[in-house]
């Protein structure tokens, strides 16, 4: 396991190819509390499929009435009009048989 610039990549040592790599991470949003819907989306590079799981304040998501798409490359939250998510830190891991990367963390404001 080796960490730069806050992503954790894992090598299982057996596997051979090549663990996914974050060509775009998701990025820090600002939205107002009347947004109806707020993406965060990440691009992988990698021959090999690769998975995904979106994490909220570091704990794994599932698909729900607020989140949608918590196994692919778009995150989809569908907002309450309230300021309650704001403060939340959003990142993915992005996983193939070779090993896995974390993307950065994307911190989401509503104001």
């Known amino acids: 396991m080796a960490e730069t610039a806050g ?11 090549e663990a996914p790599r974050i060509q775009i991470q ?8 009347e947004q109806n819907l707020v993406q965060f989306w990440v691009t992988a590079v990698d021959g090999n499929q690769v ?3 979106w ?11 607020t989140y949608s798409g918590t ?6 939250i569908t907002m309450d009009g309230t300021t309650t ?3 939340t830190e959003y990142s993915c891991v ?10 950065a963390v994307a911190l989401l404001t509503v104001t």
């Open 7 to 17: 992503m954790t990549v894992s090598f299982p040592s057996s596997a051979k190819g």
């Open 26 to 33: 998701p990025r820090t949003l600002t939205v107002p509390s």
């Open 51 to 53: 998975t995904y799981q």
């Open 55 to 65: 994490l909220a304040d570091a704990v794994p998501i599932v698909d729900d009435a």
């Open 71 to 76: 196994d692919n490359p778009i995150l989809s």
């Open 85 to 87: 998510l704001s403060g």
């Open 94 to 103: 992005i996983a193939n048989n070779v090993g896995s990367v974390t993307t």
